[in-house]
């Protein structure tokens, strides 16, 4: 299949399994399950193409898995910002690339991802950025607010994540207790998956978290490199 575009305006769930797709400035995706899930192809979203070039790229999602973008194929590219995602259910991560081979490049700036699910029971939190089962992610600009116990803003898990110029915060005044256990909102991990360690580097940024069990940096059997990065906690067992 050709290269097609998508907007301006509101429009339906993306789906891609094929091709290219290209989502141009001043679309708005609101969904209960993901706004854009791609099986297959190149997804990219550019706010420098269409009749509403420059304006912002909005997808909006608030039941518990809608992620605002999930790849299990093909490649993801975010081009031009301002890119704005916000989730409101549990297990929703603004990005989430999951399988061996798929790439997520986010390197123009103006990405925006706001999550506010909590863990709740056996679900776990909101993630903003999650790379699992060998994945790579790269992101240049970003800014990542995460409210919810049991919530991480970027999350290695068995994938890669690099960061630049990315500002983390994440917040739960009230924490989830299990048993004897506190889960507050973490900033950025790395997590073995299955045998397979995760790698974090981040340069330039910040990572802020509030509220008790607010760990801001956290690697498992995993490698994270920071540079230059500011870091502020502000609770207990933080």
Same mark, same amino acid.
Request: glycine share 18%; net charge neutral.
């Given at each position: 299949?050709?290269?097609?575009t998508? &907007? ?7 789906t891609?399994?094929t +091709? ?5 400035g001043?679309?708005?995706v609101?969904?209960?399950?993901? $706004?854009a ?10 706010t ?12 909006? /999602?608030? +039941? +518990? ?13 975010i081009?031009?910002?301002?890119i704005?995602?916000?989730?409101? +259910?549990?297990e %929703?991560?603004?990005?989430w690339v999951?399988? $061996? &081979?798929?790439?997520?490049? $986010?390197l !123009? ?6 999550? /506010? ?8 939190? =909101?993630y903003?950025?999650?790379? =699992? ?5 790269r ?6 607010l995460?409210?919810?116990a ?5 999350? %290695?898990? &068995?994938?890669n ?10 917040? !739960? ?7 004897t256990? =506190? ?10 998956? =299955?045998?397979?360690? !995760?790698t ?8 802020d978290t ?5 760990? %801001?940096a ?15 906690t502000?609770g207990?067992?933080?």
């Open positions: 299949a050709g290269a097609q998508v &907007g301006p305006g509101p429009v339906a769930p993306i891609l399994s +091709g290219t797709l290209s989502v141009v001043g679309t708005s609101t969904s209960t399950g993901a $706004a899930r791609t099986t297959g192809g190149a997804l990219t979203l550019d420098s193409l269409g009749a509403q070039a420059g304006a912002a790229i909005t997808l909006t /999602t608030s +039941g +518990g898995g809608g992620h605002g973008i999930y790849l299990t194929g093909g490649s993801l590219s081009l031009n910002g301002p704005r995602i916000t989730t409101a +259910g549990v %929703a991560s603004g990005i999951q399988n $061996a &081979g798929v790439t997520a490049t $986010a !123009a700036g103006g990405l925006d991802i706001r999550t /506010t699910g909590a863990m709740s029971g056996a679900a776990v939190g =909101s903003g950025l999650l790379a =699992s089962n060998s994945t790579t992610m992101v240049d600009g970003a800014t990542i995460i409210d919810g049991g919530s991480t803003g970027p999350y %290695a898990y &068995g994938g994540i690099s960061l630049a110029h990315v500002s983390v915060r994440t917040t !739960a005044i009230n924490p989830l207790m299990i048993g256990t =506190s889960y507050g909102a973490y900033g950025v991990v790395a997590n073995l998956q =299955s045998g397979v360690r !995760a974090v580097s981040m340069t330039d940024g910040s990572i509030a509220g008790t069990s607010g760990i %801001a956290y690697a498992n059997n995993s490698d994270m490199t920071l540079a230059r990065v500011n870091v502020t502000l207990s067992k933080a």
